[in-house]
């Protein structure tokens, strides 16, 4: 699959939602209501017309309509998804730029970073940052600068050779988290 990048069909939709944006504080609330709305009965119709349905027997015309009604639902849903990413496009930051703007209006000085974090910092780590402090920890519990020369020196097939506790754990969290790194394309993570 090629992905085209038309930079200037990107910087007229971004300076049209910038422009609708700050025209109207609140349209940006309503289109991540609709979105949320729009995603539910996403998840509803998938549910109920292709989880629950049994479509052993359909029609292919029928098979096509579903195909089709899900591929226009997943466009509308792409097309909603992507309005934050392109009210933040290129160097141009609306969202944090915002928030500072109100947040310097509103709130006390001493407040402001308080506030900002609490806005802005996720109450919970991603599966991937989970994955990156789970992997720091391991190699706390093992580092020592001989543990270090020995995982240096060795590949990974040699390397349980002198450190088995250490590839265990690591296959261990290697299989807990293969597919942090996979997203579309594989190979899954693994230990190596």
């Given amino acids: 699959i090629h992905y085209l990048y038309d930079k200037a069909a990107w910087d007229r939709t971004h300076e049209a939602a910038v422009a609708k944006a700050e025209a109207d504080f609140r349209w940006l609330g309503r289109v991540m209501k609709e979105t949320m709305q729009f995603g539910k009965e996403t998840i509803a119709w998938t549910q109920k017309h292709l989880c629950d349905a049994n479509l052993r027997n359909a029609a292919p015309a029928k098979l096509i309509a579903l195909l089709e009604g899900f591929a226009e639902r997943q466009r509308t849903l792409y097309a909603y998804g992507v309005l934050l990413p392109v009210l933040d496009f290129g160097n141009y930051s609306f969202v944090e730029r915002n928030l500072k703007d109100i947040l310097s209006r509103k709130v006390a000085k001493h407040d402001t970073a308080r506030y900002y974090h609490i806005l802005t910092e996720p109450r919970y780590f991603s599966f991937a940052q989970e994955q ?34 250490f590839c265990a754990a690591l296959r261990k969290h290697a299989k807990k988290y293969a597919w942090v790194y996979y997203v579309y394309m594989g190979p899954a993570f693994g230990p190596e």
Wanted: glycine letters at 2%.
């Fill in 132 to 165: 990156e402090v789970a992997l720091l920890k391991l190699m706390a519990k093992y580092y020592s600068l001989k543990w270090r020369r020995a995982v240096l020196a060795r590949d990974y097939g040699r390397l349980h050779d002198v450190e088995p506790a």
